[in-house]
């Protein structure tokens, strides 16, 4: 090598230095560190997916795809029907139009004759009801005259005061005859009940009713309307006359309520028998 090539290399290592420091590279930016940037669909996919459901949820999605379900057959249902319809001929659609006829008329039928006896049963429940109500207060009334029930209402109270012992069992019949006559339903004699077998007798200086001796002052209770017995104890030659006749004396006094309590029991035919049937 020749002294100036020489010389022309030094003067170059002079002029350039000993070391290139290194530039440093620019610090990368996050987006382009890591993988691209993503868009905003994508961010969306993400939020999305994997979805996060909860319990409640899941029923009503299983609620609604039932429903929908349901929906989707009956449709299809209803168009298979449509599309059979749709295709059948004229005889078949009045074929089929007069069963639909025939099968309401029969429904009709039905609905009129249930609602028949629904009335029926109404009116026989109503009429038994009644017969009942009936034959209740029929055993009611039928017990008063019989003396089996007590009784009360209006009516009077007639008392006799025999000082004299002169009071005999007919004039005390013929009294109970006479309030008889006038209307009276329930009469008690000194706590004995009268009724229509009563028979009265002499006993001695008393009198017995249906075998009961009783003593003055002989107290009648009679329900009935005091209007009218009263009177009919007061004509003339009455009741009350003969009474006084025989020195008795003879009070009669309204009232309200007459309770007649003296009960007979009820006694059982030997011959008679209802002839009903």
Known sequence: MSTQEETGDNRLRKELPEEVPAVAAPAPEPEEAGEPPLTGRQRLVQGLWPPRVTRAQLIVALLLFGLGFGLAV??????????????????????????????????????????????????????????????????????????????????????????????????????????????????????????????????????????NKINAPYRFKVIGKPQDLEPALNIPGGVVQTLEKEQATVTVERSDKIVVDALRAAKRPDYARSSSQ
Do not use: C, H, W, Y
């Not at 006896?117 to 009644?130: M, P, T, W």
């Not at 008063?144 to 007919?170: K, N, Q, W, Y």
């Open 74 to 211: 009956q449709v299809a249902s209803n168009s298979d029907g449509d599309s059979a319809l749709r295709g059948a001929r004229q005889e078949d659609l009045v074929r089929i139009l007069d069963e639909l006829d025939d099968r309401t008329q029969r429904l009709e039928d039905e609905k009129q004759d249930l609602e028949t006896q629904r009335d029926e049963l109404e009116n026989s429940s109503n009429q038994a009801e009644e017969a009942r109500r009936q034959t209740i207060e029929k055993e009611r009334q039928l017990g008063v005259l019989a003396g089996t029930v007590a009784a009360e209402g209006t009516g009077i109270t007639m008392t006799i005061e025999d000082p004299r012992g002169t009071v005999e069992a007919d004039m005390l019949l013929d009294a109970i005859q006479e309030l008889r006559a006038a209307g009276a339903e329930a009469i008690q004699v000194n706590g004995v009940r009268v009724v229509a077998s009563t028979f009265l007798t002499d006993s001695g200086e008393s009198v017995s009713v249906d075998g």
